[in-house]
T-cell receptor
Framework: SQELEQSPQSLIVQEGKNLTINCTSS?????LYWYKQKYGEGLIFLMM?????EEKSHEKITAKLDEKKQQSSLHITASQPSHAGIYLC???????????FGTGTRLTVIP | DVKVTQSSRYLVKRTGEKVFLECVQD?????MFWYRQDPGLGLRLIYF???????EKGDIPEGYSVSREKKERFSLILESASTNQTSMYLC????????????FGPGTRLTVT
């Protein structure tokens, strides 16, 4: 079965630093979704990528999907304490309209 | 603004009790989902529904059932709660046409003692 592997599992950065989170699949991704979760709360949709080589940005967060559509990265520029939380990638199951998720990356930003 | 609400943020129940978790969405979405989230295991799909009165088993349906009598409401039922069902439960909804981004509720942290 297809799985999503996220790295790193956790990340601690100083405020102002840039960081990257990766999401890797063993099979081609049909739709890749990035979510953020504040501790103890629900998930907030960030952005979705579909095409190989696609890149999207929202404020200081940029997500990319590689050409082979097997890896996505989430890059945060000049991190702030408000960026802290758990970042999860999710992907569409082939032939279905539901998603499966990676185990998440816990981000801590030190002021 | 998109909204998914869950009936409780925190719930404490005793072993053997019947537990109802309710989820309501106001986006007229066809699809609704129930997940549980546990440290180290991530988000796991329990059940989902593509339409009223329809349900499909997810990856971990054992010990759970669901009900969808109206389009906007999806209930998760623990027939006889057990301590290993202590977890964070998340409800989500999505459109029936792509893209399938899911919108999540705030979660219910259930503790079974």
């Amino acid at each position: 079965s297809q799985e999503l592997e996220q790295s790193p599992q956790s990340l601690i950065v100083q405020e102002g630093k840039n960081l990257t989170i990766n999401c890797t699949s063993s099979k081609t991704l049909y739709g890749l979704y990035w979510y953020k979760q504040k501790y103890g709360e629900g998930l907030i949709f960030l952005m979705m990528l579909q095409k190989g080589g696609e890149e999207k940005s929202h404020e200081k967060i940029t997500a990319k999907l590689d050409e082979k559509k097997q890896q996505s990265s989430l890059h945060i520029t000049a991190s702030q304490p408000s960026h802290a939380g758990i970042y999860l990638c999710g992907a569409e199951k082939s032939g279905a309209n539901n998603l499966f998720f990676g185990t998440g990356t816990r981000l801590t930003v030190i002021p | 603004d998109v909204k998914v609400t869950q009936s409780s943020r925190y719930l404490v129940k005793r072993t053997g009790e019947k537990v109802f978790l309710e989820c309501v969405q106001d986006m007229d979405h066809e699809n609704m989902f129930w997940y549980r989230q546990d440290p180290g295991l991530g988000l796991r799909l329990i059940y989902f529904s593509y339409d009223v009165k329809m349900k499909e088993k997810g990856d971990i349906p054992e010990g759970y059932s669901v009900s969808r009598e109206k389009k906007e409401r999806f209930s998760l039922i623990l027939e006889s709660a057990s301590t290993n069902q202590t977890s964070m439960y998340l409800c989500a909804s999505s459109s029936g046409t792509p893209p399938y981004e899911q919108y999540f509720g705030p979660g219910t942290r259930l503790t079974v003692t």
